[in-house]
């Protein structure tokens, strides 16, 4: 399917897509510290991962593809970018190094300043 335009249906098939690509960034594993399960990255999701795995060409057809006719699949497409902002922005708050590509991440594909 990669390096095809995907075409969803229904902005339902698009969405349930866009959690299967963020539950396979995380598995849930158990931390005594917290004495619960919580979730563990394990690979991060990015703009161009989620658009390759939703069967995009690129992140830019992926985002062309927000401008359907029914504002859902907009809507949709907004929610994942969002979710991918709030995991840099962690990231960001978190770092205890350089955090030069959060950064540039955040600068470039969501618009920070």
């Known amino acids: 399917m990669y390096g095809t335009v995907a075409v ?5 098939s698009l969405k349930d897509k866009i959690d299967e690509y963020f539950e396979q960034c ?3 594993m158990y931390s005594e510290k917290y004495d619960r399960q ?4 394990i690979h991060p999701p990015t703009f161009s991962g ?14 062309a593809y927000r401008n359907k006719s029914n ?6 497409i907004d929610s994942a970018k969002l979710r991918i902002e709030e995991y840099y ?5 978190l770092a205890k190094g350089p955090s030069t590509g959060i950064q ?5 594909n969501c618009g920070w300043d």
């Open 8 to 12: 969803y249906p229904t902005p339902d």
């Open 26 to 28: 995380f598995v849930q």
């Open 38 to 41: 919580i979730p563990y990255c």
């Open 50 to 63: 989620m658009a390759r795995y939703l069967g995009f060409p690129s992140r830019v057809a992926l985002l």
């Open 71 to 76: 504002p859902l699949y907009e809507e949709i």
């Open 89 to 93: 922005e962690e990231k960001l708050i």
């Open 104 to 108: 540039f991440a955040l600068k470039n």
